[in-house]
């Protein structure tokens, strides 16, 4: 994609995601109808529709052309990444939305021939939206964040994890996980993936690993933290696919060969 469409196509996203992240700010203190999808805790809301809506509908006017995919049905059928596909998730950390009406964020990732160009997390509540241009840098509204340093030791890393991998679980043994947490030097839950990744890319943790999550949930904090240097992987060191859920591990890539030949080899089932 050459930079002139790069940045029509960011500034149009940047007013689209700033104008969501009001809507939502506005009615933040409206009741809920809060539904469930794939199980209990499995939470929407009319907010994540209206917001998916209102983001689909702004790009489908101005770029008929271009792909939707994303979490709440108003997207496109996508079977592959070619051509302009936006990857959206209109809340992330739908639970947080509705318990704590904050700690969520809306996600963009927009590619071109699977290449992630630009890419945007938006802390509504906090009113702090990350961006990335590839080969442009990553900024925190209109600050840029700095590359990793080159050098970390797995010791002394901040990683980003939940509950689930402490226990038994289908995907890696929780021994493992427990050995890693002992020989890290913090970990850390927020309950949105999209704002965890664009923590790793803000250096305030160094690696964020996901069992099985979806496209939208990270397709716009991988093209952030990959733009100030992390690296991406699934959690045997393969490439992530952005077409179905997949394991993840975004980290420093000072850290990113011991993390994954010295513990999650080790205990993946
Ligand atoms: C969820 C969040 C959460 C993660 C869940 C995701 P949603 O996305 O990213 O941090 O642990 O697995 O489904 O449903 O709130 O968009
Ligand atoms: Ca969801
Ligand atoms: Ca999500
Ligand atoms: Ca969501």
Same mark, same amino acid.
């Given at each position: ?26 009615a ?28 689909v ?12 995919f994303?979490?709440?049905? !108003? #997207?496109?059928?996508?079977?592959? +990444? ?5 990857? /959206?998730?209109?809340?992330?950390? $739908? *639970? @947080? ?17 699977g ?45 980003g ?28 839950? !927020? #309950?949105?993936?999209?704002?965890? +990744? ?5 250096? /305030?943790?160094?690696?964020?690993? $996901? *069992? @099985? ?21 699934n ?6 696919t ?28």
């Amino acid at each position: 994609m050459d930079a002139e469409l790069r940045g029509k196509i960011y500034q149009d996203a940047k007013e689209w995601i700033l104008n969501a992240g009001r809507n939502i700010r506005e009615a933040i203190n409206d009741p809920l109808v809060v539904e469930t999808k794939a199980h209990a805790n499995d939470l929407v809301t009319e907010v994540d529709r209206e917001t998916e809506y209102f983001l689909v509908t702004h790009i489908r006017d101005t770029y008929p052309t271009h792909k939707v995919f994303s979490e709440e049905g !108003y #997207g496109d059928d996508i079977q592959s +990444l070619d051509g302009i596909v936006w990857i /959206i998730d209109p809340i992330d950390g $739908t *639970m @947080n939305f509705v318990k704590q009406r904050k700690n969520f964020a809306i996600s963009i990732g927009i590619f071109h021939e699977g290449i992630g160009e630009i890419g945007f997390v938006y802390d509504v509540m906090s009113d702090i939206l990350y961006s990335a241009k590839k080969g442009e840098g990553a900024y925190k509204n209109d600050e840029k964040l700095q590359s990793l340093e080159p050098n970390l030791a797995l010791g002394e890393a901040i990683l980003g994890f939940n509950h689930k991998w402490l226990c038994q679980n289908d995907v890696i043994d929780e021994k493992v996980v427990q050995q890693l947490v002992s020989n890290i030097r913090g970990s850390r839950a !927020y #309950g949105s993936a999209a704002l965890k +990744l664009a923590y790793v890319s803000e250096g /305030i943790i160094d690696g964020y690993l $996901t *069992m @099985n999550l979806a496209p939208w949930d990270i397709a716009g904090g991988m093209i952030l933290a990959n733009e100030v240097g992390a690296v991406t992987t699934n959690l045997t060191g393969g490439p992530v696919t952005l077409l179905s859920n997949d394991s993840t591990v975004t980290c420093h890539p000072a850290i990113q060969t011991e993390l994954i030949k010295d513990y999650l080899e080790k205990g993946i089932k």
